[in-house]
């Protein structure tokens, strides 16, 4: 493989809750559900990037994210689970399918989300990667990505293999893909069964009607435990049995099935011997207890918005009002991050340049266990809720996000900010381009980077030595807190600028 695996399609948030039941509703006789716990993932074309990724291969995700906390916990997930986010713009919330579990049995799905958004135009950079990629994967669940006319154009245009898991409700697939992978359920929805056939003899129907109607080069259909059926010519279809009927959790077993596939015809494999390792990989999949043996540990929850009076401009709701209010008027979105342990002069003096590059100014706050993470156990000196006050009672920040990772990468791929600063002396390329770890991050959908430098001899690090050399810390927090006050506007130097090409 000479490029990435590019998997295409709507990403939803899957949660599974767990609990006990031991009695009834006393005003319904329904079985009352005492959760236990619960784990988040990655479902729909996430779940499949993830799949993809876990299987060692470099991954690219096109889905659209929303401006919301479901938004922002996927991003998280897929980051961690080395998944490649680019991110187009999602009007509305965050799909999500929930799952109560009691027993190991699902007892209820509850669906929410609403009606669909509209998703938004791709970045040039989208239409590259998917051009380079060495697969293509269009993971279907019918809310609108795999309908979007610029990622069709350039999925109609790409060489490499490209296989189209297809949904009910969503669009046709585009003419020429390599292999169409539905399950016999959405071949029978598609291609409506004769009275009184056989499955096989549906399946079969179902598969040679969509690889005309799809001017496809195969379809397999999917048969659960018994395997799949695949049809690329008009001759007779190739039935490739499961190795065993597994019974277990099926969840994600379809995605598992087109992740194989796509990676074996990456690889250079025929498309018979593509759907005979596909069949393997989703029947052992099935075997070792699915979705849930096969995810890697999960991302813990994001922080939640730090407790306070309303109206501290804290936390991913405040995020998300802000982002829809400036992206509504049109207006441009700048972020910036760092970990601002005693906030002091040099970092109001960045704030303040970075809130005059657009119409409002995200900050990403490293929580106290990223920075004890970066810097050392003795660190942060102030916790992040102060932290995270302190920099909401700037005029010039508008809202604050707390992060736990190690980078902001997860948080840069929900925010999508058009500009993101940093502060500081970086070492600079060809030219005088800066060198910034996110540049390649904004390039996904076209944002930009800026170097704001700081002022000359302001240090956290410095203040922290020196204070406790003198045994003066808590001074020192005063000091560095009453930089808030101080006017900087005209301390800053000009930044610069790293656009994306």
Not at 106 to 122: I, K, Q, Y
Not at 459 to 472: E, K, Y
Request: hydrophobic letters at 45%.
């Amino acid at each position: 493989m000479t490029g990435p695996v590019v998997v295409i399609g709507d990403t939803l948030l899957d949660r599974d809750v767990e609990g006990v039941v031991n009695r009834l509703c006393p005003d319904s006789p329904v079985p009352v559900l005492d959760e236990t716990g619960y784990v988040d993932r990655p479902g729909g074309a996430g779940l499949a990037a993830v799949f993809a990724a876990g299987q060692g291969a470099e991954v690219v995700l096109v889905t659209a994210l929303a401006d919301d906390a479901g938004g922002a916990r996927l991003s998280a997930l897929l980051t961690a689970a080395g998944v490649q986010v680019y991110a187009l713009p999602l009007a509305g919330a965050t799909p999500e399918k929930i799952r109560l579990r009691a027993g190991g049995r699902v007892l209820l799905r509850h669906d929410r989300g609403g009606v669909p958004g509209e998703p938004g135009e791709p970045a040039e950079a989208v239409l590259r990667v998917i051009a380079n990629a060495s697969a293509v994967l269009v993971s279907d669940y019918g809310r609108g990505v795999a309908r979007q006319p610029a990622l069709r154009a350039a999925l109609a245009a790409t060489r490499a293999p490209v296989v189209w898991d297809p949904h009910p409700r969503g669009p046709a697939a585009v003419p020429g893909v390599h292999l169409a992978t539905p399950n016999e359920s959405e071949a029978r929805e598609l291609i409506p069964a004769l009275p009184g056939a056989t499955r096989l003899a549906t399946a079969s129907r179902g598969a040679q009607g969509l690889r005309r109607r799809w001017r496809a080069g195969a379809v397999a259909v999917t048969l659960g435990g018994d395997g799949a059926l695949l049809c690329h010519t008009d001759s007779t279809p190739l039935v490739v049995s499961a190795p065993s009927n597994a019974e277990g959790d099926t969840c994600g077993a379809g995605d598992r099935f087109a992740v194989a596939a796509g990676l074996a015809l990456a690889r250079g494999a025929l498309v018979s011997e593509a759907v005979q390792e596909a069949v393997a990989e989703a029947s052992a999949y099935v075997a070792a207890g699915g979705v849930a043996a096969a995810l890697p540990p999960p991302v813990r929850p994001e922080p939640g918005t730090v407790a306070g009076p309303g109206g501290e401009r804290i936390g991913l709701a405040e995020v998300a009002a802000v982002l829809a209010e400036v992206r509504a008027a049109g207006g441009t979105v700048v972020a910036t991050g760092g970990c601002f342990d005693l906030l002091h002069a040099g970092h109001v003096a960045t704030l303040q340049a970075a809130r005059k590059l657009g119409d409002c100014l995200i900050v990403c706050l490293n929580s106290d266990a990223s920075v004890a993470g970066l810097k050392g156990p003795d660190r942060p000196v102030v916790p992040q809720g102060d932290r995270s006050r302190l920099l909401a009672a700037l005029s010039c920040v508008d809202a604050v996000m707390i992060f736990d990772e190690p980078t902001p990468h997860a948080a840069l791929s929900w925010l999508r900010p058009d500009v993101w600063v940093k502060g500081g002396d970086y070492a600079t390329g060809a030219g005088d381009t800066p060198a910034l770890p996110e540049a390649e991050i904004l390039r996904r959908w076209g944002g930009h980077t800026v170097v704001v430098p700081y002022l000359d001899g302001r240090s956290t690090t410095d203040m922290i030595a020196a204070a406790r050399a003198g045994g003066q810390l808590a001074g020192a927090c005063c000091t560095a807190a009453r930089a808030a006050d101080v006017d900087w506007s005209t301390a800053a130097p000009a930044p610069t600028v790293e656009r994306s090409r």
